[in-house]
């Protein structure tokens, strides 16, 4: 009986050392007919070796990243699909035909970093603004300190942000989108805040 390794699906790669070399033929077509007949050539040795290298390679690359696969210039992606960057975080694709878009230095537009979200914590001496931090969420732990703040944001959003703002104060108020939802957040209390793309607007 078959049993797994402990360190995964397969141990290694097959022939990662060794000799390989990729097959005299289409691999659309796949093994010609002449193959199977009668006096036909035996596939190479080092053919072999190529294909295994290459279904070990993607064997541990699936047990290494799960379904978050390393993102690949020459590979289009589908709406929703995951994919590991060069910085080591998970992105989710948000359109079709999703081509030769780093995520690593996208704007949000094509990929959305799924990552969980830095807090970012301050002691305000004046009104702050936020911006989009290209994942799907942003904490914002701040001290109004002396005074009601306005926690305003600034430039473009993707649908569905989310931005939660505590406030640790202890007497002051947070405005948040002090010209348009303008809802207060008192001390001690935490609120979240959805962008809503179409209406353009936070609620």
């Known amino acids: 009986m078959a049993t797994r ?4 699906f397969v141990p290694s790669k097959w022939a990662s ?7 005299p033929f ?3 077509t796949g093994w010609p007919l002449a193959y199977s007949q009668a006096g036909g050539s035996a596939p190479a040795r080092t053919t072999f070796n190529q294909l295994f ?6 064997a541990l690359d699936v047990n290494k990243f799960g379904s978050a696969m390393p993102w690949d210039t020459n590979v289009t992606y589908e709406i ?12 989710k694709s948000l359109i079709t035909s999703n081509s030769a878009n780093d995520p690593t230095s996208d704007d949000g537009t094509n990929w959305q970093n799924q990552s969980a979200p830095t807090p970012t914590r301050a002691t305000l001496t004046g ?8 994942k799907d969420e942003l904490l914002l732990i701040l001290d109004p300190d002396g005074s009601t703040r306005t926690v305003n944001p600034s430039g473009t959003f993707p649908d569905g942000f989310k931005v939660t703002v505590l406030n640790i104060g202890l007497a002051d108020l947070l405005t948040f989108d002090s010209t348009g939802l303008g809802e207060s957040v008192s001390p ?3 609120q979240s805040f959805y962008y809503l793309l179409t209406e353009d607007e936070w609620r």
């Open 80 to 91: 929703y699909a995951l994919v590991t960057g060069s910085d080591g975080e998970v992105y």
């Open 127 to 134: 009104n702050t603004t936020f911006t989009y931090n290209g």
């Open 26 to 28: 289409s691999r659309d």
């Open 53 to 58: 290298l290459e279904l070990s390679a993607l």
């Open 5 to 8: 390794d402990s360190d995964g």
């Open 17 to 23: 050392s060794g000799d390989a070399s990729s097959p």
């Open 188 to 190: 001690g209390d935490k």
